[in-house]
């Protein structure tokens, strides 16, 4: 595809419940990351993927929240158990490259209300 | 923790004006990324820098990183309402690596026409 897409838009979970949001990226990226936006703030790093490797999860809330990237391409982050701090817009980006000096581009995100 | 502060948070302003909002932080970046976001979208990437000292421009937007790679500031000229948006900034980290940008909590500039 042109962009990275994520899906869905936008995911209303009751307390408690498992949810999981899909991102795919642009075709051939090596990096993928996921971040967390809090209304009215900065996205937060959540983890990033090389490829199929997670090569940092220190972003993770706690060990409610999984994510995985079996083939090197679609990503998906999982939350198990929601709670109510978990309302959020979840972002994922890619990036053509592993150097931190290139361009991550932006899906447009997951809005997650947990109620 | 690398941490990236944002000022101001909030700046309306009139058309036409000239704004400068700042990006500092304690620590060295490698890089530093600037970014818009607009409501219910992605950020999308407008520069990024990489020499202390180094001034890049685009259109009416001029960014600057400072000459210890500390902070960062974008200076718009004659506003206009589509520069409405939220502004963040993001530091690579020193080793260069991809491990994931640190955002700042950004600025939201709002352009009355």
């Known amino acids: 595809g042109a962009g990275v897409s994520q899906s869905p838009r936008y995911k209303v979970a009751k307390r408690g419940q498992d949810v999981a949001l899909r991102c795919d990226p642009i075709s051939g990226h090596v990096s993928l990351f996921w971040y967390q936006q809090a209304l009215g703030q900065g996205p937060e790093f959540l983890t990033y993927f090389q490829n199929e490797a997670q090569l940092d999860k220190s972003g993770l809330p706690s060990d409610r929240f999984f994510a995985e990237r079996p083939e090197g391409s679609v990503s998906t982050l999982k939350i198990q158990r929601t709670q109510q701090e978990d309302s959020a817009v979840y972002l994922c980006?890619?990036?053509?490259?592993?150097?931190?000096?290139?361009?991550?581009?932006f899906g447009q995100g997951t809005r997650l209300t947990v109620v | 923790t690398q941490l990236l502060e944002q000022s101001p948070q909030f700046l309306s302003i009139q058309e036409g004006e000239n704004l400068t909002v700042y990006c500092n932080s304690s620590s060295v970046f490698s890089s530093l990324q600037w970014y818009r976001q607009e409501p219910g979208e992605g950020p999308v990437l407008l520069v990024t820098v990489v020499t202390g000292g180094e001034v890049k421009k685009l259109k009416r937007l001029t960014f600057q990183f400072g000459d210890a790679r500390k902070d960062s500031s974008l200076h718009i000229t004659a506003a206009q309402p589509g520069d409405t948006g939220l502004y963040l900034c993001?530091?690579?980290?020193?080793?260069?690596?991809?491990?994931?940008?640190?955002f700042g909590k950004g600025t939201h500039l709002i352009i009355q026409p």
């Open positions: 993001a530091g690579g980290d020193s080793g260069g690596g991809a491990d994931g940008l640190t």
């Open positions: 980006a890619s990036s053509p490259t592993h150097s931190g000096f290139t361009e991550a581009f």
